[in-house]
């Protein structure tokens, strides 16, 4: 169903590619959008739970695209150094494809919410305020990964096997 990596020894393996998820801030998340064009969007995200979870508002291209096909992908970039005397970059990412559903309940809104919050400001008390003042208008959305590749470049992968091996 998925394509395997045609670069395979560039592949990051899963233990690394799920740190990348926990520490990254930013993600480019793509659906398909209007007109079967696909709308690529930035968004800041939490993984919690193996499960990919972020918030958005109740209208709009992002909201409508997803209820029309819940099928996504989110790239991640941890790593993104241009050498400009190698005429190539130094990048380490990850590619997710998954499954996009709009929470619905109470109970799961605020579990997806809490969890992002905490990710980007450490305060309890602060989040479940915010949480509570931004209710109504409040949507989350959970992606259940189907897949998921990371690459690094080729320099990275062989500084990598140098270092393993002395």
């Known amino acids: 169903m998925f394509r395997e990596m045609r670069r395979f020894k560039q592949q990051l393996p899963e233990t690394e590619m799920i740190q990348i998820l926990k520490d990254g801030k930013t993600a480019v998340?793509?659906?398909?959008?209007?007109?079967?064009?696909?709308?690529?969007?930035?968004?800041?995200?939490?993984?919690?739970?193996?499960?990919?979870?972020?918030?958005?508002?109740?209208?709009?291209?992002?909201?409508?695209?997803?209820?029309?096909?819940?099928?996504?992908?989110?790239?991640?970039?941890?790593?993104?150094?241009?050498?400009?005397?190698?005429?190539?970059?130094?990048?380490?990412?990850?590619?997710?494809?998954?499954?996009?559903?709009?929470?619905?309940?109470?109970?799961?809104i605020f579990h997806a919410a809490q969890v992002l919050s905490l990710k980007y400001y450490n305060d309890q008390d602060a989040v479940e305020k915010e949480i509570q003042k931004a209710w109504k208008a409040l949507s989350c959305v959970e992606i259940t990964i189907e897949h998921m590749t990371g690459k690094e470049a080729i320099?990275?992968?062989?500084?990598?096997?140098?270092?393993?091996?002395?």
């Open 29 to 108: 998340l793509g659906v398909s959008g209007d007109d079967g064009y696909p709308y690529t969007v930035p968004i800041n995200y939490v993984y919690a739970d193996g499960k990919i979870y972020f918030h958005q508002a109740k209208s709009g291209h992002k909201y409508d695209s997803m209820k029309r096909c819940g099928k996504v992908s989110l790239c991640v970039i941890e790593k993104d150094d241009v050498v400009a005397e190698e005429f190539t970059a130094y990048y380490r990412s990850v590619i997710v494809f998954g499954r996009a559903r709009i929470l619905e309940s109470d109970e799961e």
């Open 155 to 166: 320099e990275l992968t062989r500084m990598r096997t140098e270092e393993s091996q002395s």
